[in-house]
């Protein structure tokens, strides 16, 4: 799908359904952004023409799981950013790669699959009725990307939060199910870092003034920018630090339980040897053993193991055995 936005001075942003309905070209005085989502192979094309956007640009464009990057094109630069959708209730992460293409009067986004930033931004403009929400393509690319950082602090927030639970959890009732969710957060503190971590050179390569398509005005915004993705970055460290930590403390706690557990059946294995000989001794069927015709003999030998079994425990009681 392709939707066209148009930008002119001191007017409401028009959309509309194609490039060609815009009655547009490079050389015009008109500012468009041009968004592909989920495009056809026919609509592909407009990256070939009117535009005529490099092959390599067009094939890093193209790949799924490219990395964030950004490069100088001369007429225009090439960004790649990826945002983030997470499914609280599944705890389903997944990040979407977002390409941008801005010239001086066009920005050409492309996405595999509907974002919250672009529609978000787009909706923005199209409310604005007297046109002045735009402030420049540059400026334009920025809001997009704003809304894709954004958008990773909730998934934050919300691990923060799952963190806190698992320590909770951690000391009542460790178990298997505890075990799989510090994995399951480790694994989406991961995807975010490595999601995250190439923005940083490419907001500070901005920050830095290296591109002339975007204005020193503009740039201070992306230095913003750049200080959002540090704290993310920041953070997700500190976060796997933490479940780090609690993995290590889980297992701590697995092997303190088992530890218990081995000790009350040594203390029981322990108890039973010296009953066991007892029982073993007067088990030999030999004539002229003592006691055997005793009309006591067997509660005597019962009150024996008794005693010794209670000897034994106050015995590793003062010993702080137990």
């Known amino acids: 799908m392709v939707t066209v936005t148009r930008f002119r001075a001191d007017e409401a942003p028009r959309p ?4 060609s309905a815009a009655d547009w070209r490079p050389e015009s005085r008109d500012t468009v952004w041009v968004d592909l989502e989920e495009p056809t192979v026919a609509e592909l094309k407009l990256l070939e023409e009117p535009f005529y956007f490099h092959p390599l640009a067009i094939e890093d464009c193209l790949t799924p799981e490219h990395q964030p990057k950004i490069e100088d094109f001369g007429p225009y630069i090439f960004l790649i950013s990826r945002g983030i959708n997470f499914n609280v209730p599944s705890e389903h992460c997944e990040t979407l790669k977002l390409a941008a293409f801005m010239g001086p009067n066009y920005l050409v986004t492309y996405h595999r699959a509907p974002m919250r930033s672009v529609a978000a931004v787009r909706e923005k403009h199209l409310k604005d009725t007297r046109g002045t929400a735009f402030r420049g393509v540059d400026y334009l690319l920025y809001e997009i990307l704003d809304q894709v950082v954004e958008h990773y602090f909730p998934i934050l927030q919300e691990i923060e939060k799952e963190i806190d639970a698992i320590e909770d959890e951690l000391f009542r009732a460790a178990g298997n199910e505890t075990l799989g969710r510090i994995l399951t957060a480790k694994r989406i503190v991961l995807e975010i870092k490595r999601a995250v971590a190439p923005h940083r050179e490419v907001f500070g390569r901005i920050a830095r003034n290296e591109f002339e398509e975007i204005s020193p005005g503009t740039t201070v915004f992306f230095r913003d920018l750049y200080d959002s993705t540090y704290r993310l970055a920041e953070t997700t460290d500190s976060y796997r630090d933490l479940l780090t930590g609690t993995m290590e403390a ?8 088992l530890n218990e557990v081995m000790k009350v059946l040594t203390i029981f294995a322990t108890i039973m040897l010296p009953l066991t000989f007892i029982a073993g001794v007067y088990g030999m069927n030999f004539d002229f053993m003592p006691e ?3 009309k006591y003999g067997y509660f005597a030998a019962l009150g024996l193991m008794l005693a ?4 034994m425990l106050v015995y590793f009681r003062r010993k702080r055995w137990l």
């Open 292 to 294: 055997t015709d005793w």
């Open 308 to 311: 010794v079994a209670v000897v």
């Open 16 to 19: 509309f359904a194609d490039l």
């Open 250 to 257: 889980y297992l701590s706690v697995v092997s303190q339980r």
